[in-house]
T-cell receptor, first 111, second 113 residues
Framework: GESVGLHLPTLSVQEGDNSIINCAYS??????FIWYKQESGKGPQFIID?????DKRQGQRVTVLLNKTVKHLSLQIAATQPGDSAVYFC??????????FGQGTELSVKP | DAGVIQSPRHEVTEMGQEVTLRCKPI?????LFWYRQTMMRGLELLIY????????DSGMPEDRFSAKMPNASFSTLKIQPSEPRDSAVYFC???????????FGSGTQLSVL
């Protein structure tokens, strides 16, 4: 089927720790994946993206890993800060140009 | 830089009324998307346009929903007549083109009583 799902709906971490948010996708033909962050009352905000010809991409404090063999995507946030508290979505481009979103993981950072 | 601009931010209406949501995409972006977000169904793609032409409206839930893009800088999503189950946050997003990353507006919180 065409779906993007997340393993855990909530994640709680201590400030300063690293966070890992996981995502499974089902469409093996998808070649572009995006992570978004959504804070309360706001629209989703682009964090980082990765194309299928890569297995890792790094940004500022964030890293996305792509494992095409098991159709798994992860977002790693280094030294998590209170401002990182939000809902994180993985999104997958499927045929026809549709960007489909997963269910989201709520990240809570404890001071 | 102005991002995607949506109006109104909040809309409260009564069942049966017509609702019109508005969106101004980022200048220079050729693709525009309408999403609906609810707790139960998450972010659902309703319809998207490329160069002002609707490409896929298969996500539009019913004939009560319609969307237009009369020019490159404006789009509307209309619900007529509205029902309580239409209550949700409606997001507009734009991108340089199909297959590019989307930039979202702040959304319209719609409540149908």
């Amino acid at each position: 089927g065409e779906s993007v799902g997340l393993h855990l709906p909530t994640l709680s971490v201590q400030e300063g720790d690293n966070s890992i948010i996981n995502c499974a996708y089902s469409n093996s033909a998808s070649d572009y994946f995006i992570w978004y962050k959504q804070e309360s009352g706001k629209g989703p905000q682009f964090i980082i993206d990765i194309r299928s010809n890569m297995d890792k991409r790094q940004g500022q404090r964030v890293t996305v890993l792509l494992n095409k063999t098991v159709k798994h995507l992860s977002l790693q946030i280094a030294a998590t800060q209170p401002g990182d508290s939000a809902v994180y979505f993985c999104a997958e481009y499927i045929k026809g140009g549709k960007l489909i979103f997963g269910q989201g993981t709520e990240l809570s950072v404890k001071p | 830089d102005a991002g995607v601009i949506q109006s109104p931010r909040h809309e409260v209406t009564e069942m049966g009324q017509e609702v019109t949501l508005r969106c101004k995409p980022i200048s220079g972006h050729n693709s525009l998307f309408w999403y609906r977000q609810t707790m139960m169904r998450g972010l659902e793609l309703l319809i998207y346009f490329n160069n002002n032409v609707p490409i896929d409206d298969s996500g539009m839930p019913e004939d009560r929903f319609s969307a237009k893009m009369p020019n490159a800088s404006f789009s509307t999503l209309k619900i007529q007549p509205s029902e309580p189950r239409d209550s949700a946050v409606y997001f507009c997003a734009s991108s340089l083109g199909i297959g590019e990353k989307l930039f979202f507006g702040s959304g319209t919180q719609l409540s149908v009583l």
